[in-house]
């Protein structure tokens, strides 16, 4: 049974900073390359943040360039986003996915994920 089970969302103020972290288990970490997406009431889910299997390649939307890192630790089978200087408008619900890939790709579009997380809610006041 596949399972990607996310945590460290909480309630931050602006301008501080969380680490999410997201687990895989019942498949092979290193054959998937994992992404991190967000969605708020009312929207399309929409992309984060991606990296490839290895770590090497890693992709973001603007809008989080310069304040989010995606990183991978293939050893622990869990991928983290650390997010800092957050704004109120990061508020959403953040999902992990995985996408089975035999490259060194990583996706930005959520059709190429195999497999998705339950979401962890991360909410920045003002």
């Known amino acids: 049974q596949v399972q990607l089970v996310e945590s460290g969302g909480a309630l931050v103020q602006a301008g501080g900073s969380l680490r999410l972290s997201c687990a895989l288990s019942?498949?092979?970490?290193?054959?998937?390359?994992m992404g991190w997406f967000r969605q708020t009431p009312g929207r399309e889910r929409e992309f984060v943040a991606a990296?490839?299997?290895?770590?090497?390649?890693?992709s973001y939307e603007d809008f989080v360039k310069g304040r989010f890192t995606i990183a991978r630790d293939n050893a622990k089978n869990t991928v983290y986003l650390q997010m800092n200087s957050l704004k109120p408008e990061d508020t959403a619900v953040y999902y992990c996915?995985?996408?089975?890939?035999?490259?060194?790709?990583?996706?930005?579009?959520?059709?190429?994920?195999?497999?998705w997380g339950q979401g962890t809610q991360v909410t920045v006041s003002s």
């Open positions: 990296i490839s299997r290895s770590g090497a390649s890693t």
């Open positions: 996915a995985a996408a089975f890939t035999y490259t060194g790709s990583y996706f930005s579009r959520d059709t190429e994920y195999n497999y």
């Open positions: 019942g498949r092979t970490f290193t054959m998937y390359a």
